[in-house]
C-alpha cells in the first residue's frame, strides 16, 4: 500500500491506466532489488491514514512523531491509498540472481 496526495500526477495517470511497474531495492552492497508489475487500485480517503503516518515514522525520532502527524494531517485534506496486485514479480540479490544481461555475460568469464 502506498498513499499520495489525491492531486498527484500518479493519481490522474492510474485513473486511465491501472498496469504499474514498481522497483524497491536496498542501499547496501551487494544490492537487493524487488521487481513488480502489477495492477494497482486506490481509493481516495478523506485525511491522512493511519497506516501512512505509521509507515514514515520510521523516519522521523519517535520524540518528534507527534508534530509530525500533526504536520502532515494539517497538510493533506485527502489522500489517494493506492494498492497494488501483484501478477509478475523477480528479485535481484546479485548472490543468486541476476539482471540478465549480467547472467549473459557469466558464461565469458567461467
Request: charged content about 25%; aromatic content about 6%.
Amino acid at each position: 500500500m502506498v498513499c499520495t496526495p489525491d492531486n498527484a500526477p500518479k493519481v490522474r495517470s492510474l485513473g486511465s491506466n491501472p498496469r504499474v511497474a514498481l522497483t524497491i531495492d536496498t542501499q547496501t552492497q551487494p544490492p537487493r532489488i524487488l521487481l513488480v508489475r502489477g495492477t494497482a487500485t486506490m481509493e481516495i480517503v478523506d485525511g491522512v491514514p493511519d497506516d501512512y503516518l505509521e509507515a514514515s515514522h520510521k523516519y522521523v525520532p519517535r520524540k518528534e512523531w507527534d508534530g509530525f502527524d500533526a504536520q502532515v494531517r494539517g497538510l493533506y485534506p485527502r489522500m489517494a491509498r493506492i494498492s497494488i496486485m501483484p501478477e509478475w514479480a523477480k528479485l535481484l540479490d546479485f548472490e543468486t540472481t541476476l539482471p540478465q544481461a549480467v547472467e549473459e555475460l557469466q558464461p565469458r568469464h567461467k
